[in-house]
């Protein structure tokens, strides 16, 4: 294989190469004291297990679902993890030695200390933003086009979605090594240098076994055979069989180990479940691929308006063809862009198995700011003057990827401390109610079901007290009407009906919903649905405790804003509940009083 060697301008990679250090600062703000949702699961597995999680010890520390209904009942019994509606049988559990080791690394060393947890992340992502640099100087011939991408790259503000959650380091993790072997296998192949050949398998087992995200590799590998190499096909492919086998090796370990994911309607096995994954595949690959090249975050698709997802899909489906339309020229001359092309649309496949977010972007978004490096390089061309589409179009990218994206870099890494904040704030109630062990939680309203499902495993990771028990609806945009029908019945209705927000279907699939006269029986708790809509989304249920409403185990709880206040049993009939705020709002309005709230002195 032959390929040219770039020229480069000595000021231009001088420049590049301080893209990764001012993408980390501005990633900075991540640094907090707060560990929040599944970093409390992980450090908990780490300890040696607790009532509140599936494991209770293990290699692996991400499992939150084994499968086995009768720890399911108990977890749901709890309100821990999983809401009394999940489906028995539900598993979610992935395989990350690596990144679970590394987690192991940091509760030996500094496990009071989440501040260095934090930079331990920050260390992982200046690794990536250096790997990522030197592969754009590798395959861009021209120094400055190169530049712009290692820039857009390092102040994507996706970044800092990722660094902002401790539990997501697998990602950085498993990025880098697939950059490492990209940068390795293309050296092998150019210059015939042999320690890469072995370094190139080696680093794509770092990444597999980092996290599933490391499977993103095979994207770029197939990519660079296709466009780089140019022997017949099969000998094409011929050259990936090491990467075959270090796959293949991953997947006997993957199997052996348990990993996996059933009963979900979020998390989709390719494999176990491919009709369910074939059918989500084209939206939510839309809607990845819109927020890697456009302004909206995959995110608000799922988490806080997912009326905006045929939007999303629609825009990413225009950028997507704006781009290759503007490019075309380019692309049938140029390997390079067809290989950025090519390994940024087959990178997108394998993270459609989980909900769209933007932190799951960082390997799609090496291809796509190297595209749109490419892109906004027609603003410095003079034939540019003559196709104003184009230059409308790379101003947009300039804007969106220049300007707006390390604007909120920051914002975005800092966003998990916040939404720490928020819940601490949401549940500060707690704190003065007495005997909360012996006590029944049934909150009233949420902004999302894991607003309050990781309540239990939050407390015990603090060792603060926790309930016995917590069941919950939420009400995410939806006023939620509670009438009393009886001593121990209350009686629950949502304006549009239940379990039809995108978070809620990671319990417990659409298809698998709970019909009419269904009956869900917990010690101590019962759940009968009352009537459904067209579409079998639940519109009434009965809540059937144990015990008189007015017990004094019971402690009703109704969300006000961003806090959650207590509830008189005799206030119950007949009562309404204001839609929770969406989790953006929540977020603001928690900064905001955190930010001017008087200090307390202790007495």
Known sequence: MRRSAPGRAPLLVLIGSLAPIVGV???????????????????????????????ASGVDLFEFASGLRDDNLRMMDAGSLLPWWSDPELKIGFYRPLSSLLHRLDYALWAQHSELMYVHGLLWLLLLLVLVQRLYARFEVRAGAATLAAWLYALNDANGAVVSWL???????????????????????????????????AGLALASFAGELGLSAWAYLIAHALCFERAPLAKRCAVLWPYALVTLGWACAYVASGAGTQGSGVYLHPFTDPAAFARELPGRALVLLGAAFGPVPADLTFVTSPELAPAAIAL??????????VGRAELRRDRALGFWWLGTLLAVLPITASFPSDRLLLLVNVGAMAIVARAVRVLWRRSAVSRPGARALALGLLLVHGVLAPLLLPWRARQMQQFGAATERAFACLDAIERLEDRTLIVLGAPADFFVSYLQVERAARGLPRPAHVYWVANPRAALHVAVTGERTLELERDGGFFTSPPEALYRRRQAQLGPGALVSLPGFGARIGSVDASGAPIRIELQLAEPLASERY?????????????????????????????????TRSHL?????????DP
Request: hydrophobic letters at 55%; zero cysteines; proline letters at 5%.
């Open 25 to 55: 600062l501005l990633a900075v703000p991540a640094i907090g004291r707060r560990r929040v949702l599944d970093d409390h699961v992980l450090e908990l597995i780490a300890r040696g297990g607790d009532r509140a999680v599936a494991r």
């Open 555 to 587: 402690i009703f709880l109704a969300l006000r804003g961003a806090a959650y206040e207590r509830v008189a049993a005799a206030d119950l009939a007949r009562h309404a509940i204001a839609p929770a705020l969406a989790l953006p709002e929540l977020l």
């Open 167 to 201: 539990s997501n380091r697998n990602a950085l993790v498993a990025a880098s090594g697939v950059v490492a072997t990209l940068l390795w296998h293309d050296r092998a192949r150019r210059e015939q240098h042999g320690p890469s050949r072995w370094l190139a398998p």
């Open 316 to 325: 990413g489906a225009l950028v997507l063809t704006a781009l290759a339309w």
């Open 593 to 601: 009083h955190t930010a001017f709230a008087r200090p307390t002195r």
